[in-house]
């Protein structure tokens, strides 16, 4: 069935330093990509999408770039603050035929940004 | 304000009990979603539904039931045959241009 893998965390950065969050997914047909931020003691919100190959989804400086050839939806930042502190989830919307709506999550990543 | 309301915040059950957490969106939203969240396991999906009176089982969805009798609520039940149902529930809906609203979650512990 579909999943989605992210990269194990903590990730501890510095403020300023540049930010990667590998996510990659396993899906029949054609996806829709996610990312969601969880601030402490909040639900979740949508940070960016992508609903097609190669496009390329940007808020508050996060970006992400759908790529079908290597199935993968990396989230970066080049210059990350304290306030980023959170935990990050990939996820994807089903297209198959079997699965079509079904919204699933990775594992999380919680991102940790110090002064 | 629009948005979606799970209730109780916090539900304590006994071994062998039935409980029912509740789910409301006034979003006209199709698409509700039900998520487990445990630590270090991220969000699970227990059942879903894109239409009035459908759904679909998940990931995880042994040991609960749900309901979709009407557009704006989806409530989910955890049964005695859930062994470990300790966990933070999460309700989402999505609209139909992809992006999931969610739900401040419900917190059950068994007692």
């Known amino acids: 069935g579909d999943s989605v893998t992210q990269m194990e965390g903590p990730v501890t950065l510095s403020e300023e330093a540049f930010l990667t969050i590998n996510c990659t997914y396993t899906?029949?047909?054609?996806?829709?990509l996610f990312w969601y931020v969880q601030y402490p003691g909040e639900g979740l919100q949508l940070l960016l999408k992508?609903?097609?190959?190669?496009d390329k989804g940007s808020n508050k400086g996060f970006e992400a770039t759908y790529r079908k050839e290597t199935t993968s939806f990396h989230l970066e930042k080049g210059s990350v603050q304290v306030s980023d502190s959170a935990v990050y989830f990939c996820?994807?919307?089903?297209?198959?035929?079997?699965?079509?709506?079904?919204?699933?999550f990775g594992q999380g990543t919680t991102l940790q940004v110090k002064p | 304000d629009g948005g979606i309301t799970q209730s109780p915040k916090y539900l304590f059950r006994k071994e062998g009990q039935n409980v029912t957490l509740s789910c409301e969106q006034n979003?006209?939203?199709?698409?509700m979603y039900w998520y487990r969240q445990d630590p270090g396991q991220g969000l699970r999906l227990i059942y879903y539904?894109?239409?009035?009176?459908?759904?679909q089982k998940g990931d995880i969805a042994e040991g609960y039931s749900v309901s979709r009798e009407k557009k704006e609520s989806f409530p989910l039940t955890v049964t005695s045959a859930q062994k470990n149902p300790t966990a933070f529930y999460l309700c989402?809906?999505?609209?139909?241009?992809?992006?999931?609203?969610f739900g401040q979650g419900t917190r059950l512990t068994v007692v």
């Open positions: 989402a809906s999505m609209g139909p241009n992809g992006e999931a609203f």
């Open positions: 979003l006209n939203h199709d698409a």
């Open positions: 992508a609903t097609k190959a190669d």
């Open positions: 899906a029949t047909g054609y996806p829709s």
């Open positions: 539904s894109q239409i009035v009176n459908d759904f």
């Open positions: 996820a994807l919307r089903g297209s198959g035929s079997s699965n079509t709506g079904k919204l699933i």
